[in-house]
C-alpha cells in the first residue's frame, strides 16, 4: 500500500507524485487540513480548495476509490494514516515556500520516527529550483536570462491518471471523513463569487482559451474586457490541472497557429508560465522575500501608510477609476486583471506611499489565486523592491493607464456603476473636473482622494532618499 498526500495538487490526472506512487500501487490518496496553513488563508480560498477537493473526491469515486480527508497536524496525521493503512511509503508533491519545507521536513522526521519511507517528487513546475542558473550555478535574479534556458529546454509530457485498479479500495481505512464545512473551518461565505474549481472546469478554461484567446495574448491581455487571458491561475495554484497538461496544450496550438504573429502570442502566454517559476525559484532561494524587499536600498523606504487612503484603497473609492474598478472586481470575484493588479499596486506604493506589504495582505486575503510566489513577485515588481523591478522612477499615471486599456470605461463601469452613463472621456480625466462637473454628472463618485502629480513628485523623493540620492 502507497500513501499519497495531496496538498496543492488536487487532480488525479498529470501528477507525477500520485503516478510515481500507482507504480507500485495501491494507493490511499489523502488530503489533510493543516490548522497551520489556515492561518494564512481567507475565505475565497478556503472556498475554492473546498470545491476542488469536492471535484477531486468524486473523480476518486468514479474511479472505484476515494479521497481519505483529515484535519490536524500533519506531523501527527500523516504518520497516524500511514500506519492505518499499512502503508509500505507515503509519498507527495515538492512545495517550495519557506513555510512549506519546514513543514515538509517535520513531517519527514515524524515519518522516519515511525519507520514508514517517504518520497517527495517534483511535479509543481516543468523545471525545478536550482536547475536554471547562471553559468556560475547561480539562481537568476533577472528573467530575462532565466526565460531563455526555460523556453529551450525540454519539457516533460502530462502523466497519464492512474488507473482505478491502482488506487486502494476505501475499505482500508474505517472513516474516509466528511469534506468540512467553510464555516467548520473557521471562515464565512465568501461576498465574492469564486470561479468554479476542479480538473474539468479548469480544463475547459484551458481548450477555451486554446481556441482563441492565446492567439490574440500578445495584443490583447493588458485589456480586461478583450478576454485573451486564460484564467488559469487559481487552477495552477491548486494544481487543479498540471503544468505539462497546461504547456502541451499550448504546443498543440502553437502547431496550430497561423503566422508569426500568432506564434509570438502563443510563445508570449508561455513566457508568463515561465514567470511564474522564476518567482517560484527566486521565493526558493529567498524565502525571506514573503515579508522583505528583495532589493536593498541604502536607507529604509519611508512608506507613509495612511490608514484611511489604505482604507479608500481597499474600498474602491479612491476617485481614480480604474483602480476602483480594479479593487472592486477583486471584493466581487476574488480575481484581478493582470494589468490592472500592476495599476493598483502602483497605486498604492507610488500615489498612496503606503508599504506594499499592506497590499499583499489584502490580496492574500481576497484573492482566490493568492499564490505567494507571484503575489509576493507582482507586489514587489510594483514597488520597485524586486527582480527586475519597475524602475522607482517609472510610475503608472492610472488616468492614461485607465484610458489606454479601456478606452469605453466598458470594464470601469462594470464594476464602477456610479460612473455607468458618464462620457469616457470624463471618467478618464474625472482627476480634472471640476467639483461641480464631478457634482453634476456622478454626484456618487468619490473625488479623487490624492493629487496624482503631487504625489508622482513625493515618491521620486521618497525613493531619492532611500538610494541615498541627494
Ligand atoms: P494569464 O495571463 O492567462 O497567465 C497564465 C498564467 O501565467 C497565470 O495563471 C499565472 O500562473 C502565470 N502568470 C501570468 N502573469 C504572471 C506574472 N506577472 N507573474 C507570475 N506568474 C504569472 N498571480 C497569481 O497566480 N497569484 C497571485 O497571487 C498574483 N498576485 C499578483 C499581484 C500583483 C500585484 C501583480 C502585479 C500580479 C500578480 N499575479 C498573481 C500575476 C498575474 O496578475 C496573475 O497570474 C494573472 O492575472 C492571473 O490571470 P490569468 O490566469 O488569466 O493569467
Known amino acids: 500500500m502507497q500513501l499519497h498526500w495531496h496538498r496543492r495538487d488536487l487532480r488525479a490526472a498529470d501528477n507525477r507524485g500520485l503516478a510515481f506512487a500507482a507504480d507500485a500501487g495501491p494507493v490511499v490518496p489523502l488530503f489533510v487540513f493543516d490548522d497551520g496553513v489556515l492561518e494564512h488563508a481567507g475565505a475565497p480560498r478556503v472556498r475554492y480548495l473546498l470545491d476542488a477537493l469536492g471535484a477531486l473526491r468524486e473523480r476518486y469515486r468514479a474511479l472505484g476509490s476515494d479521497l481519505v480527508v483529515r484535519r490536524g497536524d500533519p506531523r501527527d496525521v500523516v504518520p497516524r494514516v500511514a500506519l492505518d493503512v499499512g502503508a509500505e511509503r507515503v509519498v507527495w508533491n515538492k512545495d517550495y515556500s519557506g513555510l512549506a519545507r519546514e513543514r515538509d521536513t517535520a513531517v519527514r522526521r515524524a515519518l522516519d520516527g ?31 536570462y532565466f526565460w531563455k534556458k526555460w523556453r529551450d529546454r525540454e519539457k516533460a509530457e502530462p502523466y497519464p491518471e492512474p488507473p482505478g485498479d491502482s488506487l486502494a479500495d476505501p475499505a482500508v481505512v474505517d472513516d474516509t471523513g466528511a469534506l468540512p464545512s467553510i464555516a467548520d473551518l473557521g471562515f464565512e461565505e465568501p461576498d465574492a463569487t469564486v470561479q468554479e474549481a476542479g480538473a474539468d472546469p479548469a480544463r475547459e478554461r484551458l481548450d477555451r482559451f486554446c481556441d482563441d484567446g492565446v492567439f490574440r495574448y500578445e495584443t490583447d491581455r493588458d485589456y480586461p474586457t478583450r478576454e485573451a487571458v486564460s484564467r488559469l491561475s487559481a487552477d495552477l495554484k491548486w494544481g487543479t490541472l498540471g503544468v505539462r497538461e497546461v504547456y502541451a496544450a499550448t504546443e498543440a496550438a502553437m502547431d496550430a497557429a497561423e503566422g508569426d504573429e500568432e506564434e509570438t502570442s502563443v510563445e508570449e502566454f508561455q513566457s508568463q508560465l515561465a514567470w511564474r517559476e522564476f518567482y517560484t525559484h527566486v521565493l526558493f532561494f529567498n524565502p525571506e522575500v514573503v515579508t522583505a524587499n528583495y532589493k536593498e536600498y541604502e536607507n529604509d523606504i519611508e512608506w507613509r501608510d495612511d490608514p484611511e487612503e489604505l482604507a479608500a484603497w481597499r474600498e474602491g473609492r479612491t476617485g481614480y477609476p480604474i483602480v476602483d474598478a480594479g479593487m472592486r472586481q477583486l ?52 514597488a520597485s523592491t524586486g527582480t527586475d523591478a519597475q524602475p522607482y522612477f517609472r510610475i503608472f499615471n492610472p488616468m492614461t493607464q485607465g484610458e489606454r486599456y479601456d478606452p469605453d470605461a466598458e470594464y470601469i463601469t462594470r464594476y464602477v456603476p456610479e460612473l455607468e452613463g458618464v462620457d469616457p472621456s470624463v471618467v478618464h480625466s474625472w482627476h480634472e473636473c471640476s467639483a461641480l462637473q464631478r457634482r453634476n454628472t456622478a454626484p456618487d463618485y468619490p473625488e479623487p482622494i490624492v493629487d496624482h502629480s503631487e504625489r508622482r513628485e513625493e515618491a521620486l523623493a521618497m525613493f531619492e532618499r532611500a538610494r541615498g540620492d541627494d
Open 114 to 144: 515511525v519507520d514508514v519511507p517517504r518520497e517527495s517528487v517534483h511535479d509543481h513546475l516543468h523545471h525545478e529550483p536550482g536547475s536554471i542558473t547562471t553559468n556560475a550555478g547561480e539562481p537568476y535574479s533577472v528573467y530575462t
Open 331 to 382: 471584493k466581487a470575484e476574488a480575481y484581478m486583471h493582470n494589468r490592472v493588479r500592476m495599476i493598483v499596486a502602483s497605486f498604492l506604493t507610488k500615489d498612496l506611499l503606503c508599504d506594499w506589504r499592506h497590499g499583499y495582505a489584502h490580496f492574500r486575503n481576497l484573492l482566490a489565486d493568492h499564490d505567494t510566489q507571484n503575489d509576493n513577485g507582482g507586489w514587489q515588481w510594483a
